[in-house]
């Protein structure tokens, strides 16, 4: 059986990449995407790979993404390989962006999306803590925060302004399949 595929979007600061690598150490089945990223490994983060422009465009001619998009004036791709990880059965997890939901929708029809959200203080004090934006681009990111996902695709939220045991708890939930 071929494994299946989760865009975790939600608001900056809302601790996706944090909740994914907790649910990669409860479950050792599942697969994290490492993003292809137009900006540099040492800005810090989630674990990606960072590459030039130029770099990012010959590999998208190539074909080696299977999504890719842009967002926050960079270009992100989801690399082509995640299609073993599928066809070995194990469930893929990738940080993605509402903006590019329809195209993984169409990429995978059976996609699960997992909103991933906390309250505007919450996020806040996360974006300041990582110290990589001025006041004012928090301010822009925070205005962002609250969004509905588009085209009308399945959802399921997870909070995650409180505990982390609590929001893995319900992140790990959110992974289970749905009983018919």
Do not use: C
Request: charged content about 25%.
């Amino acid at each position: 059986m071929a494994g299946r595929v989760f865009a975790v979007v939600g608001p900056s600061g809302a601790g996706k990449d944090t909740l994914m690598e907790a649910a990669a150490a409860a479950r050792p089945d599942l697969h994290l995407v490492r993003r292809v990223i137009t900006r540099s490994e040492a800005a810090g983060g989630e674990r990606f790979e960072g590459v030039s422009e130029a770099e990012f465009a010959a590999r998208a001619a190539r074909g080696d993404f299977v999504l890719t998009w842009q967002a926050h004036g960079l270009h992100y791709g989801i690399p082509a390989s995640i299609d073993r990880a599928i066809a070995e059965g194990r469930d893929v997890l990738f940080n993605g962006s509402r903006a590019m939901l329809g195209a993984a929708w169409e990429t995978f029809p059976n996609l699960g999306i997992l909103h991933v959200t906390a309250p505007v203080p919450v996020l806040a004090d996360r974006l300041a803590a990582r110290g990589r934006e001025s006041r004012a681009e928090i301010a822009r990111r925070l205005a962002r925060a609250s969004y509905d996902i588009p085209y009308h695709l399945p959802v399921r939220v997870v909070e995650n302004g409180g505990a982390l045991d609590q929001a893995l708890s319900d992140f790990l939930a959110a992974l289970a399949p749905e009983r018919v």
